[in-house]
Every structure is written in C-alpha cells, then in structure tokens.
C-alpha cells in the first residue's frame, strides 16, 4: 500500500487495517485535498471540496475497514482529511457532541 511520506510521518508504523483498506491505491488526494499540509494556503473552493468529498465518501462506503478507520481518525486524533467516510468537520462535530452528550450532532452528514 502507497502511502506518501507526508502520511506515514504523521502516523507513524501503519495500523494492520489500512492493508485491506478500499482506498489503499487511490491518491490521497481524493481524501485530502490539494491544501493538505502545514503552511499550504486554502485553494480548495467549496463546491470543488464538496464534490471530493463525496467521492471519497462513496468509496468508504463499500469499504470492508470502514469502522476501523473511523476509530482511528476519532482516536487519534485525526484533524485532516475524510477518514471512515466522515470529514474533518463531521469528525469535530461528533468530538463535540461526545463531550456535551448531545447524540443529536453524533450522525455524520449523509454522502
């Protein structure tokens, strides 16, 4: 499985599940955008990052990993990316519906 320096530099020794990831040989980029980085400007528009999204999501979909990488992201914390078919924002908003117990905002948004 390729994972770009950038990645495995983040996360270290890559965790066994990733092996039979959906998404093993697709470009990062699908997941994370062309801005992904420290220090890199926000160039993605929008309706450019939505539809990406939800590509990367729909690929998620059918992943036999797909809880795995979910608890990962939620664990490690991952801030960056779609992981387990959840963006970083869906991510934040389960965090905090964690910390106030609110299970209203713990349901990602639909791809």
Known sequence: M???PRI??????LP???SRSACRDVDPEL????DFGWGREHSEAPPVRAKREAKA??????????EACL?????AP???????G??????????????????????PVAA
Do not use: N
Not at 57 to 66: D, Q, Y
Not at 71 to 75: I, K
Not at 88 to 105: C, K, P, V
């Open 78 to 84: 991952e801030h960056d990316g779609v992981w387990g």
């Open 8 to 13: 495995t530099q983040m996360i270290g020794d």
């Open 16 to 18: 066994r599940w990733m």
């Open 57 to 66: 999501k729909a690929l998620c979909a059918s992943c036999p990993v797909r």
């Open 86 to 107: 959840v963006t970083a924002a869906e991510r934040e908003r389960m965090r905090l519906a964690a910390r106030l117990g609110d299970s209203r905002l713990i349901q």
């Open 71 to 75: 608890e990962y992201a939620m664990t």
């Open 31 to 34: 997941f994370f955008g062309p």
């Open 2 to 4: 390729f994972m770009p």
